[in-house]
């Protein structure tokens, strides 16, 4: 399927965001849906990810800020993303795995989207 990335923008911190990934075919039977994020310099990392039974898994730094959410229907997955910091700069993507333990687990997502830019200043 082909993952298409939205809501990017640059806020101060403290601000919220509201990232979309859209995509051409249907999510409902994608075992495994996350986010990512890559900062200049740094490795990509898994930010947010849930499973084809709605559960959820968040890195340690955006609990209780973030919060992942797919709409089958619209075959859509979401990221709220709020109390931003100035290191959650980074370019955001969205991926899709068929494997429902994929988690984090960037090999396993075979699918991309192209990114999108968020910038937090302080």
């Known amino acids: 399927v082909q993952l298409v990335e939205s809501g990017g923008d640059s806020v101060q911190a403290g601000g919220s965001l509201r990232l979309s990934c859209a995509s051409s075919g249907s999510i409902y039977d994608t075992m495994c849906m996350g986010w990512f994020r890559q900062a200049p310099g740094k490795e990509r990392e898994g930010v947010a990810a849930i499973d084809s039974d709605g559960m959820t898994s968040y890195v340690d730094s955006v609990k209780g800020r973030f919060t992942i959410s797919k709409d089958n229907a619209k075959n859509t997955l979401d990221l709220h993303m709020s109390s931003l910091k100035p290191e959650d700069t980074a370019i955001y993507y969205c991926?899709?795995?068929?494997?429902?333990?994929?988690?984090?687990?960037?090999?396993?997502?075979?699918?991309w989207g192209q990114g999108t830019q968020v910038t937090v200043s302080s």
């Open positions: 991926a899709a795995s068929p494997y429902t333990t994929a988690k984090f687990r960037e090999a396993d997502f075979g699918d």
